[in-house]
């Protein structure tokens, strides 16, 4: 036999290649996370490492891969700084030169008043690749989502861009008050509100009418935006009655009183409601968008934690004798993702289903149940497991033999009846309910008077939101939820919710997220 010679060791290590990094500029936009460009948002998904800003939404951040470095550098006027601009140059360059991607995130445009270009020529010193990926800067953002249109042709074509805050190292101004007070159309200015005054002063000294529209305009394109609007006479002391703070912007000129006309973003149905979402984490969203496209102000509060049960040898077992059973239901649509998550892992698919009729407890569950390929043999006209029940014991159930993949605790309504029924009703854990392990956000949020509404999808939700607020007693669970509305998607989550003293403002008929919804936008237009 041929033996295999085997080099010998080296006496040393090579040195390792080292990977050129790349520094990108990327502008996050005036502060709804939607409106990155599709680049910015695709290289966000590369990053190792990302540096951002106070000013771009924190909701971008769940685009960056789990492994990489979060660095905030945040600043805020009259608030010590994260870092300083000197800092956070050399960190680019640093990052830089271990070879990563780094991505440096920046409120609205990088390139307007967002001190891109000094960090652009630190990286140019040390010879450090780049790119800038421009954003949607938050002046237009801001005139848009105020329903200004900073240029128009019956009022102005010229518009222009100032900061309301220069460098204080500078010996003197370089705005030329008055060019720009009557050569201009449309001023915005940038980070001025502490110097509005001043700002009004010298656009009205040099000739620029007292009566000209201005509106200010706070957190722009987000469901916490506040606008206040007046004169150059008027505008610093309605703005200080208002207790407007940055970040805000500035808009100046006649094309502010077209905001009666076209203000769209703030008559939303539901603009400046401030919603609770109780719902998973991984369920939210269909619910959270929905409402934040209304106009509402959501914030996710998830009750439950959804996790595998502590062994999967009971769904295991039935799974291989599946041509056994008459019926395969499903009462949520957690209960069909980890049922077929675990299907997959043992080498099965939608093929081994062709036995059991499936019946499912909703339309939500049989769309989602459909995105796997199969279609609910039997869905009941009222979306419970008690509906669900009625309609299966029209099918008959005696002999039946019935599998029920379901949360590791549940109401045991739907097996009982069936079993009553005449039915043989094997049930498995495929999920179990957990609660997440900090409600402080929460809390403070109750505390402070900041939510209008919370919504419960579940007698679970209900549940561990009390438990998780760790109140005292009834007392204190009364001075936390005064004034704030309970929206319940049906009868049972509404019984569960008023068993535990709350009293419920908001049911829809039909048990679905659409039609909780509809009931919430009914329940608030009816009160305009």
């Given at each position: 036999?041929?033996?295999?010679?085997?080099?010998?060791?080296?006496?040393?290590?090579?040195?390792?290649?080292?990977?050129?990094?790349?520094?990108?500029?990327?502008?996050?936009?005036?502060?709804?996370?939607?409106?990155?460009?599709?680049?910015?948002?695709?290289?966000?998904?590369?990053?190792?490492?990302?540096?951002?800003?106070?000013?771009?939404?924190?909701?971008?951040?769940?685009?960056?891969?789990?492994?990489?470095?979060?660095?905030?550098?945040?600043?805020?006027?009259?608030?010590?700084?994260?870092?300083?601009?000197?800092?956070?140059?050399?960190?680019?360059?640093?990052?830089?030169?271990?070879?990563?991607?780094?991505?440096?995130?920046?409120?609205?445009?990088?390139?307007?008043?967002?001190?891109?270009?000094?960090?652009?020529?630190?990286?140019?010193?040390?010879?450090?690749?780049?790119?800038?990926?421009?954003?949607?800067?938050?002046?237009?953002?801001?005139?848009?989502?105020?329903?200004?249109?900073?240029?128009?042709?019956?009022?102005?074509?010229?518009?222009?861009?100032?900061?309301?805050?220069?460098?204080?190292?500078?010996?003197?101004?370089?705005?030329?008050?008055?060019?720009?007070?009557?050569?201009?159309?449309?001023?915005?200015?940038?980070?001025?509100?502490?110097?509005?005054?001043?700002?009004?002063?010298?656009?009205?000294?040099?000739?620029?009418?007292?009566?000209?529209?201005?509106?200010?305009?706070?957190?722009?394109?987000?469901?916490?935006?506040?606008?206040?609007?007046?004169t150059l006479a008027t505008i610093?002391?309605?703005?200080?009655?208002?207790?407007?703070?940055?970040?805000?912007?500035?808009?100046?000129?006649?094309?502010?009183?077209?905001?009666?006309?076209?203000?769209?973003?703030?008559?939303?149905?539901?603009?400046?409601?401030?919603?609770?979402?109780?719902?998973?984490?991984?369920?939210?969203?269909?619910?959270?968008?929905?409402?934040?496209?209304?106009?509402?102000?959501?914030?996710?509060?998830?009750?439950?934690?959804?996790?595998?049960?502590?062994?999967?040898?009971?769904?295991?077992?039935?799974?291989?004798r599946l041509a056994d059973y008459?019926?395969?239901?499903?009462?949520?649509?957690?209960?069909?993702?980890?049922?077929?998550?675990?299907?997959?892992?043992?080498?099965?698919?939608?093929r081994d289903l062709k036995g059991?009729?499936?019946?499912?407890?909703?339309?939500?569950?049989?769309?989602?149940?459909?995105?796997?390929?199969?279609?609910?043999?039997?869905?009941?006209?009222?979306?419970?497991?008690?509906?669900?029940?009625?309609?299966?014991?029209?099918?008959?159930?005696?002999?039946?033999?019935?599998?029920?993949?379901?949360?590791?605790?549940?109401?045991?309504?739907?097996?009982?009846?069936?079993?009553?029924?005449?039915?043989?009703?094997?049930?498995?854990?495929?999920?179990?309910?957990?609660?997440?392990?900090?409600?402080?956000?929460?809390?403070?949020?109750?505390?402070?008077?900041?939510?209008?509404?919370?919504?419960?999808?579940?007698?679970?939700?209900?549940?561990?939101?009390?438990?998780?607020?760790?109140?005292?007693?009834?007392?204190?669970?009364?001075?936390?939820?005064?004034?704030?509305?309970?929206?319940?998607?049906?009868?049972?989550?509404?019984?569960?919710?008023?068993?535990?003293?709350?009293?419920?403002?908001?049911?829809?008929?039909?048990?679905?997220?659409?039609?909780?919804?509809?009931?919430?936008?009914?329940?608030?237009?009816?009160?305009?």
């Amino acid at each position: 036999m041929k033996k295999t010679m085997h080099p010998p060791p080296p006496t040393h290590t090579p040195p390792t290649p080292c990977r050129a990094g790349k520094v990108y500029l990327i502008g996050a936009g005036p502060g709804d996370p939607e409106l990155i460009t599709v680049k910015g948002l695709k290289l966000l998904q590369r990053a190792e490492v990302v540096v951002y800003d106070y000013l771009a939404s924190k909701k971008l951040l769940k685009h960056v891969p789990q492994a990489a470095q979060l660095v905030y550098v945040g600043k805020m006027g009259g608030v010590h700084h994260a870092h300083t601009q000197d800092e956070i140059n050399q960190m680019l360059v640093d990052f830089a030169r271990q070879g990563k991607l780094v991505v440096r995130l920046k409120g609205g445009d990088p390139f307007i008043f967002g001190r891109g270009g000094e960090e652009i020529e630190m990286l140019v010193e040390h010879g450090i690749a780049y790119e800038v990926v421009p954003g949607v800067t938050s002046a237009t953002a801001a005139a848009t989502y105020a329903g200004v249109p900073i240029t128009h042709r019956q009022h102005t074509t010229s518009v222009a861009f100032v900061t309301g805050h220069e460098d204080p190292t500078k010996a003197a101004s370089t705005i030329a008050w008055d060019k720009i007070a009557t050569g201009i159309g449309t001023l915005v200015f940038y980070m001025g509100i502490k110097n509005l005054p001043i700002i009004t002063e010298k656009l009205m000294a040099h000739g620029r009418s007292p009566e000209t529209p201005v509106v200010v305009v706070r957190w722009a394109s987000t469901p916490e935006q506040q606008s206040v609007e007046g004169t150059l006479a008027t505008i610093a002391d309605k703005v200080q009655a208002a207790r407007i703070k940055p970040p805000a912007l500035i808009v100046v000129g006649e094309v502010v009183s077209l905001r009666d006309k076209i203000n769209w973003y703030e008559k939303r149905p539901l603009f400046g409601k401030r919603i609770l979402v109780t719902r998973t984490r991984e369920q939210a969203s269909e619910l959270v968008h929905r409402l934040e496209d209304l106009g509402a102000n959501c914030l996710e509060g998830s009750t439950i934690a959804l996790v595998p049960p502590d062994s999967w040898a009971a769904l295991d077992k039935e799974l291989h004798r599946l041509a056994d059973y008459d019926w395969l239901l499903f009462t949520s649509i957690n209960a069909i993702k980890f049922f077929f998550q675990r299907l997959t892992e043992i080498g099965m698919d939608a093929r081994d289903l062709k036995g059991p009729k499936i019946g499912v407890v909703g339309t939500t569950t049989a769309e989602f149940l459909q995105g796997h390929g199969l279609r609910a043999d039997l869905l009941p006209e009222e979306f419970t497991a008690e509906g669900l029940a009625a309609a299966l014991e029209k099918e008959g159930m005696s002999g039946k033999k019935v599998l029920l993949p379901r949360a590791a605790k549940a109401r045991e309504v739907l097996p009982e009846t069936l079993a009553t029924a005449g039915a043989e009703v094997v049930t498995v854990p495929v999920y179990r309910n957990v609660q997440p392990a900090d409600y402080a956000e929460v809390r403070q949020a109750l505390e402070e008077k900041a939510i209008d509404l919370i919504t419960f999808t579940s007698s679970s939700t209900v549940i561990n939101f009390l438990e998780m607020l760790h109140c005292a007693d009834e007392a204190e669970q009364q001075r936390l939820l005064d004034g704030v509305k309970i929206a319940t998607i049906g009868p049972i989550t509404a019984k569960t919710a008023s068993q535990n003293g709350m009293a419920i403002h908001i049911q829809p008929k039909t048990f679905t997220i659409p039609a909780l919804v509809d009931a919430i936008l009914a329940y608030y237009a009816s009160r305009r």
